[in-house]
C-alpha cells in the first residue's frame, strides 16, 4: 500500500509518500514560502508535489490514499476522519481556533480533492488524543458562556506524536498501552507535554492553541495574559502584532537572539543571555513534569521526543538534573549514546524510567489512514 502523507503548517507542506506497513519512504519533500513570494498557494504547492512525483515515480504514482495532518479537530473530531466536502467545511470553520494552520489544510484538503477525486483522503487530527482529558483540565477558570458559546477552552495539540511514542514507549518496556502511566515531552520546533494516565491523555500544556505552556523556539509559552491586555493598552502593539510577537518572536529567539536548541547550548557557556534561555526552558519543563507526575498518581516514565527532545543530550541532562527530587536519575552515556532506536537513559536506580524515543507523525498517519480505510 502506498500512502501520501501531508502536513499543511501555515505557509509550508511537508509531504512524504510511505508504506504504512513497513514504513518504506518511496519520495519526499518540503515546500516552503507559501503565500509568502515563493509559492502563490495551497493549490500551487500541489502542482510541485505531482511533478515532484511524476519525475520521481512516473505516470503511475501508484497512490491508495491521502492522509492529511490537521492541526485543530475541535470538540467535533476525535478520530481519523474520511474527508468529504462537509468534513473540509467544518475544518474551515475551525479557522479562528488556529489561524495560522487550519485555513491551509482546507485549502490543500480542496487542492488535493480536485486533483485526484478517486482518491481517499483521511484527516488525521492533533487535538484528537486529547478528547481523553478530565474536564478540570481542559476548562478555563473564566466565564461560563465562553466556553458554551465560543469554544473556549484548552484542546492540546502534537496528540499524533504524544499517541504514537506513548505506544512505542510502552512496547519497549514489554507493557501495554493502556498500563502506560508516563510523562512525553514532545520538544520540536513546537513543544508540549503531556500526562498519559493508562495510555490515555489526562492534561497536556499547550491550550486553546498551540501557543501555551513550554517555552518553544519562537513561541512563548505560558505567561500572564494581563502583559497581552497591558501592552495593548499601552498602544506598545496591535492585537495582531502581539500575536506574532508572541508566536515568532519570543521563546529561546526572544531571549537568546537564537531559536535553534543546538545554537542555544553551544552559545551558553560564553553567553550569559543564551544559559538563561537554557534555564528558563528547562525550568518550565520540569514544573510541568513535577506537576504532571502528580496529575496521574505517579508517573512510572519519562519520555522525550521531538527534534530536541531526540537530538539534545546536554537540554535532557539539563531537565533530568532538576528532577532529582522526583527520583530520577540519568546514566550519562546512555544519554549521551541515545540512537535512533527507543533507548532508556535512566540508570537502575531511577524511580521513572528515562527514555528517548524518537516520533514519527507521518508513518502515524500512514497507518492511522490504512487503518481506517481497510475498516470502511
Ligand atoms: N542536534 C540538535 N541539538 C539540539 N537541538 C536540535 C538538534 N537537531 C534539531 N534540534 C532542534 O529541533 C528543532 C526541530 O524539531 P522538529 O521536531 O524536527 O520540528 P518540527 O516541529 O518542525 O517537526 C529545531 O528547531 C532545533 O531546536
Ligand atoms: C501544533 C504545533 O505546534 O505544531 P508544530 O510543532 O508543527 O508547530
Ligand atoms: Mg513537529
Request: charged letters at 20%.
Amino acid at each position: 500500500m502506498r500512502i501520501l502523507v501531508m502536513n499543511w503548517g501555515s505557509s509550508s507542506l511537508k509531504y512524504v509518500i510511505l508504506d504504512p506497513e513497513t514504513g518504506h519512504e518511496a519520495l519526499s519533500g518540503n515546500v516552503e514560502e507559501i503565500g509568502l513570494g515563493g509559492v502563490d498557494d495551497h493549490g500551487e504547492a500541489l502542482t510541485l508535489v505531482t511533478e515532484h512525483m511524476q519525475r520521481e515515480l512516473g505516470d503511475d504514482h501508484g497512490i491508495d490514499a491521502v492522509g492529511h495532518r490537521v492541526v485543530h479537530g475541535g470538540e467535533k473530531f476525535s478520530e481519523p476522519t474520511l474527508v468529504t466536502p462537509d468534513v473540509i467545511k467544518e475544518i474551515e470553520a475551525l479557522s479562528p481556533l488556529a489561524p495560522l494552520h487550519n485555513p491551509a489544510a482546507a485549502s490543500g484538503l480542496r487542492a488535493v480533492s480536485e486533483q485526484w477525486p478517486e482518491l481517499p483522503q483521511v484527516v488525521v487530527f492533533d487535538t484528537a488524543f486529547h478528547r481523553t482529558m478530565p474536564e478540570k483540565a481542559w476548562r478555563y477558570a473564566i466565564p461560563d458562556v465562553l466556553y458554551k458559546e465560543h469554544g473556549v477552552r484548552r484542546y492540546g495539540f502534537h496528540g499524533t506524536s504524544h499517541e504514537y511514542v506513548a505506544n512505542t514507549a510502552a512496547a519497549t518496556l514489554g507493557i501495554t498501552s493502556a498500563e502506560f502511566n508516563g510523562i512525553v515531552a514532545h520538544l520540536g520546533n513546537g513543544a508540549s507535554v503531556t500526562a498519559i494516565r493508562n495510555g490515555k491523555s489526562y492534561d497536556t500544556s499547550m491550550g486553546y492553541t498551540p501557543l501555551a505552556g513550554l517555552v518553544m523556539g519562537t513561541r512563548s509559552g505560558d505567561l500572564d495574559p494581563s502583559v497581552v491586555t497591558q501592552l495593548i493598552e499601552r498602544g506598545l502593539y496591535t492585537a495582531d502584532e502581539l500575536d506574532v510577537m508572541l508566536n515568532k518572536r519570543s521563546g529561546l529567539l526572544g531571549l537568546a537572539g537564537r531559536s535553534h536548541m543546538k545554537e542555544v547550548v553551544d552559545a551558553a557557556a560564553t553567553n550569559p543571555e543564551a544559559q538563561l534561555a537554557l534555564d528558563v526552558a528547562a525550568y518550565r519543563l520540569q514544573k510541568y513534569i513535577g506537576a504532571y507526575h502528580v496529575a496521574i498518581g505517579g508517573a512510572d516514565s519519562l519520555v522525550f521526543t521531538g527534534g530536541i527532545g531526540e537530538n539534545s543530550a546536554p537540554f535532557r541532562d539539563i531537565v533530568c538534573k532538576g528532577l532529582a527530587p522526583l527520583g530520577i536519575e540519568i546514566d550519562e552515556n546512555a544519554n549521551n549514546n541515545a540512537s535512533t532506536e527507543p533507548t532508556i537513559i535512566s540508570t537502575e536506580h531511577s524511580t521513572i524510567t528515562v527514555m528517548v524515543v524518537a516520533t514519527d507523525e507521518e508513518v502515524a498517519i500512514a497507518k492511522a489512514t490504512a487503518h481506517l480505510l481497510s475498516n470502511l
